[in-house]
């Protein structure tokens, strides 16, 4: 996929979660789907980030 590309999916969620997202958004300046976007990169790169420390292993093996 191309840096540019972007893909469409549809996101089932939560009424009250909604409501939650949409006003973190606002307060933000930034629509929902730009905020849900903002937070899953946030995650991915503490992901990556933690790839290395090996706290990954230990979150899944207190699972």
Known sequence: MAAD???SF?????AKLWRELE???????RS?????????????AKRKKNEGTGE???????D
């Open 5 to 7: 590309e972007r893909k």
């Open 10 to 14: 549809l996101l089932r969620i939560d």
């Open 23 to 29: 006003a973190w958004a606002a307060d933000e300046l």
């Open 32 to 44: 929902v789907n730009g905020q849900v976007e903002f937070l899953l990169r946030q995650a991915v």
């Open 56 to 62: 990954l292993e230990k979150r899944r093996s207190n």
